[in-house]
């Protein structure tokens, strides 16, 4: 059995849809015999996580599967290892990386109160 990284992408429709597209873009670790088992098994997640609510407005919304843009092996599992990498370009540098330190504040308090739960 081998690894991959699978993308696999949703297009989420709130209400009428009459709104900008949105899709959601997941990655996903799939363990497979190969390539085509790996594709069909992420496939296969992808439909079954297909998803319809309401929101908190009380609107439909409908996660419609769209399909697995990506599919990766992964030869090596180490330490550190990249899995994914990402090029976007911003508008306002500031905000851009206020808000990624902002998550990482987050991220490192809530790692910080699982550490003391723990002991």
């Known amino acids: 059995?081998?690894?991959y990284l699978a993308k696999i992408v949703y297009r989420i429709i709130c209400g009428d849809g009459n709104h900008t597209a949105q899709f959601d873009e997941?990655?996903?670790?799939i363990e497979a015999e190969d390539d085509m088992h790996a594709f069909q098994k992420a496939r296969i997640m992808g439909d079954k996580e297909e998803d319809n609510f309401l929101n908190d407005k009380n609107k439909p919304v409908h996660w419609k599967f769209i399909d697995v843009a990506e599919l990766h092996p992964l030869d090596n599992l180490i330490d550190g290892v990249e899995l994914y990498s990402k090029i976007c370009e911003e508008e306002n540098v500031n905000d851009y990386i206020r808000s990624i330190?902002?998550?990482a504040k987050y991220l490192h308090e809530r790692c910080l109160q699982k550490t003391f739960q723990m002991n």
């Open 1 to 3: 059995m081998k690894w």
């Open 101 to 103: 330190n902002s998550r």
């Open 26 to 29: 997941q990655l996903r670790l």
